[in-house]
């Protein structure tokens, strides 16, 4: 799920419908074609496919403040018996406008997603692939004084997998697999007018697993640190072509 309830309509996005307080768009994609690994496995064989995607939205359009609710599915159908996939994600964005120059925005998102049977992480074959469940809480504080732009944020993230079946055995649990991930940042940025906009950005991972080490032995908590200091460029190019005969 991504965390950007501020970011602008694409022009090339559908025409949304208005209902109430809200526009509303979405968008229904079907294609078909065929894979020489269908299964996206090591030796997996060639076959057929049809897929289907969805995605929607509703923003609000109100004078102060949004809520921007938005969802995605994506299933797919290999044909030979392959075991069919699915990526569904629902989101809800809100931003609240507190005073002039300054917003407190808030996201909460779940997911859920057929693991490919071709993750290194996947160490158990059985009949169908876990579904991989995530779900997201994310916060920002945004202010603006004078020239000056500081942001501070912080988004917890938790992955949990379902049970394995194999055949003539008792479900396998993949309770090892199941992981928390704590994201804190900030950043600040110069906002001249012109064409170069400098920055700052920092930011803190903290990633822990339900039990401390996975199926194969190995410890996968972590802890990061990322530090980011560059320019953004506001340069737009606009110009026209003409062929006289």
Do not use: C
Request: net charge negative.
């Amino acid at each position: 799920p991504s965390f950007d309830p501020q970011t602008p309509n694409n022009p090339y996005d559908p025409t949304p419908l208005r209902v109430g307080t809200f526009d509303v768009s979405g968008e229904l994609t079907i294609t078909g074609g065929r894979s020489s690994n269908i299964n996206n496995a090591s030796g997996g064989s060639s076959g057929g496919f049809g897929r289907g995607r969805f995605t929607g939205a509703a923003t609000s359009d109100w004078s102060r403040h949004q809520l921007r609710l938005s969802s995605a599915a994506d299933l797919t159908f290999p044909s030979g018996g392959a075991e069919a996939s699915v990526d569904v994600d629902l989101q809800a964005d809100v931003r609240m406008d507190l005073t002039e120059g300054s917003d407190l925005s808030f996201t909460a998102a779940i997911g859920a997603a057929t693991e490919s049977a071709s993750s290194p992480d996947a160490s158990i074959t059985g009949t169908d692939s876990p579904l991989l469940k995530t779900y997201l809480l994310g916060a920002a504080y945004n202010r603006q004084v004078g020239l000056i732009g500081f942001q501070l944020r912080g988004q917890l993230e938790a992955t949990r997998y379902d049970d394995v079946k194999i055949p003539g055995q008792a479900a396998q649990s993949q309770v090892q697999r199941n992981q928390n991930i704590g994201t804190f940042g900030g950043r600040i940025n110069y906002n001249g007018g012109g064409i170069f906009q400098p920055y700052a950005d920092i930011e803190i991972a903290i990633g822990r697993r339900v039990t401390a080490l996975d199926v194969n032995g190995f410890d996968r908590r972590y802890k990061g640190l990322r530090g980011v200091v560059g320019v953004d460029l506001d340069y737009e190019v606009v110009g026209n072509s003409m062929l006289m005969v």
